[in-house]
């Protein structure tokens, strides 16, 4: 991190203990990702920050340690609700693609899991520095996704609360009436949030996404000759992981 990066991140910090959160809910690494993608901006990042941890603790996650469990259930519980995301190589401005494959909705005995699981994602995914500085390129793959299971919405809420910078988000595989369905989720997460980045989703068809992000980058059961071997998600999250050194905010 640089210097300005470091002063920034370690002043949100210091606002965050102002405001009454505890040492186990502040993490090193999820105040600079906020803070990076909110460009330094403090107060944003604070906000941020804040209403993230408001929206797990609808899933009595209360704290990192809840989250990280030290590790403990990373195997047997994290690793399997990391299928419904996907590897993929890196978009055209060497950002990462993070690839959400719309196969396995999140039941309700499973949202606590989900949540758990997609910080682990959400870390990994920003583990390089142009994906931290920079941003992501976002793409939902909803062509398979049929079972409702009535918890969309309170899902959705959720993932709009993770501190995320897309610079675009492409919605494929939708048609008609998927569309509809989207819009009326998005427009009421967007009720419970200021994210900006609402504007930058589109729908797409696989073969736009597939040109927009590369053949060989798109998971492989796209292109049949991209990236992402089935159990490579979380041998991969883990090496991503590691490789994002905690910053020392205090």
């Known amino acids: 991190m640089t210097p300005e990066e470091l002063s920034a991140c370690t002043q949100v910090a210091q606002k965050l203990r102002v405001d009454g959160l505890q040492l186990n809910q502040l993490c090193p690494r999820c105040i600079a990702i906020t803070t990076i993608n909110k460009k330094l901006r403090v107060?944003?990042?604070v906000d941020?920050?804040?209403?993230?941890?408001?929206?797990i603790s609808d899933f009595s996650i209360n704290s990192f340690s809840d989250i990280y469990a030290n590790f403990s259930d990373f195997d047997t519980i994290i690793s399997p609700r990391?299928?419904?995301?996907n590897v993929c190589g890196l978009d055209s401005l060497g950002r990462q693609i993070f690839w959400i494959n719309g196969k396995n909705p999140v039941t309700v005995e499973e949202e606590r899991d989900a949540v758990r699981a997609g910080?682990?994602?959400?870390c990994a995914i920003h583990s390089d520095n142009v994906s931290l500085r920079q941003g992501v390129t976002f793409v939902i793959d909803v062509s398979s996704s049929t079972e409702k299971i009535g918890n969309e919405k309170k899902m959705q809420k959720t993932w709009q609360s993770y501190p995320l910078r897309p610079q675009r988000i492409l919605i494929m595989g939708a048609g008609y009436l998927k569309r509809l369905f989207i819009n009326g989720l998005v427009s009421f997460a967007a009720l419970f949030s200021k994210n900006k980045v609402l504007e930058r989703?589109?729908?797409a068809t696989v073969e736009e996404v597939t040109k927009e992000c590369g053949a060989t980058n798109v998971p492989s059961y796209i292109s049949g000759v991209g990236v992402g071997k089935e159990g490579d998600v979380a041998a991969w999250v883990k090496m991503r992981f590691d490789n994002f050194p905690e910053p020392k905010l205090w």
Do not use: N
Not at 48 to 55: G, H, I, N, Q, V
Not at 82 to 85: G, K, N, R, T
Not at 119 to 122: E, H, N
């Open 43 to 45: 107060d944003d990042a």
């Open 48 to 55: 941020s920050y804040k209403t993230f941890m408001k929206a």
């Open 82 to 85: 990391l299928i419904s995301y």
């Open 119 to 122: 910080w682990f994602w959400f």
């Open 201 to 203: 989703i589109r729908f």
